[in-house]
């Protein structure tokens, strides 16, 4: 039996359009929009692309985007004072740092900047504290995504052993909690745990966020498990997951195909947290 496909690029698109809905709504009733503000240092090209597609799915949902592009040796003091004057700005509700910054650039300090009420990424250390007392104001958007994903295909979390495979801050750690929190029995595995496939084939729901193409195989997988592929590898021009697509899709009951699973989620979940952060700005509250 093959895997269902979880179609991410679906599931985002009905996300963003329910955010142009509410974006519209708030507009009729306040006459404002949620406005979001990237910065984007340097010249990265990478980091532009991923940029301009933000921006891009503002424009469509209705909200403000405005992007910052100070230069690639802009100093620390210099970023920061761009920071401090968006957190005063009433038009802009979230702010986004595209990550990484350039080696000189201290990215905690940055990061620490931005007004917690505004920290769309959920990034800043009281994000990630609200994050793991499970009073999340932001979770961040890949993780937020992976949950949205599972919600919407239905598939049932609590109880259910879950195993992420990676450990960073900004995919499997804040994912680790909010399977936790959704009452998942969770293990993380990372670089030196010692018999990966063990821990893999235990798992109800697999989450692959390491960033190695393929490396999660077949033989890895539980029956019937649910997997959902993080990683974004290109190989030879072309994207692959941290999955062996082929070799696990016979074995899993449901599946993230890459690209177009995690990835547009990802997106979507700016644009909802975004919103979120204009409703509970004091032009929207009680609206
Ligand atoms: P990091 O490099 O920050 O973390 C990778 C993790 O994988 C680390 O915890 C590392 O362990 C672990 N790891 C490395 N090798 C192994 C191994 N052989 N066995 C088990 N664990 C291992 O990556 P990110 O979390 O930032 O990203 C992971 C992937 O997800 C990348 O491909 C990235 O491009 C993609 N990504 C996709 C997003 C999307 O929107 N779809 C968003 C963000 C990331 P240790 O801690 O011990 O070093």
Redesign the pocket.
């Known amino acids: 039996m093959a895997a269902r496909i979880i179609d991410g690029k679906r599931i985002a698109a009905e996300i963003r359009e329910e955010v142009r809905q509410r974006v519209q709504r708030l507009r009729e009733t306040t006459g404002k929009v949620p406005g979001l503000a990237v910065i984007l240092v340097g010249d990265d090209p990478a980091s532009a692309t991923y940029v301009r597609s933000k921006t891009k799915a503002c424009q469509e949902a209705g909200i403000l985007s405005r992007r910052l592009t100070p230069p690639g040796d802009v100093s620390q003091s210099d970023l920061l004072c761009i920071v401090q004057e968006l957190n005063r700005d009433p038009e802009i509700h979230g702010i986004l740092v595209q990550l990484p910054l350039p080696k000189h650039l201290d990215e905690r300090a940055v990061l620490e900047t931005v007004d917690a009420a505004k920290d769309v990424d959920g990034f800043t250390f009281a994000s990630i504290g609200r994050l793991v007392e499970n009073h999340p104001l932001f979770a961040p958007c890949?993780p937020a995504g992976i949950l949205e994903l599972l919600d919407r295909e239905e598939i049932a979390i609590p109880g259910k052993r879950a195993v992420v495979?990676?450990?960073?801050e900004?995919?499997?750690k804040p994912i680790s909690l909010l399977l936790l929190h959704r009452h998942a029995t969770v293990t993380i595995?990372?670089?030196?745990?010692v018999d990966?496939a063990a821990e893999t084939r235990r798992a109800d729901i697999l989450v692959a966020?390491?960033?190695?193409p393929r490396?999660i195989t077949g033989e890895m997988i539980k029956p019937g498990a649910v997997v959902i592929d993080?990683?974004?590898?290109r190989i030879e021009g072309k994207l692959v997951g941290?999955v062996d697509f082929d070799s696990v899709a016979p074995v899993a009951s449901a599946i993230t195909p890459v690209p177009g699973g995690?990835?547009p989620t990802?997106v979507a979940m700016l644009l909802k947290n975004t919103l979120r952060a204009f409703e509970i700005s004091p032009t929207a509250v009680g609206v």
């Open positions: 890949t495979v990676g450990r960073s900004i995919v499997g595995c990372h670089s030196r745990t990966l966020a390491v960033g190695k490396m993080v990683g974004i590898n941290d995690v990835g990802t």
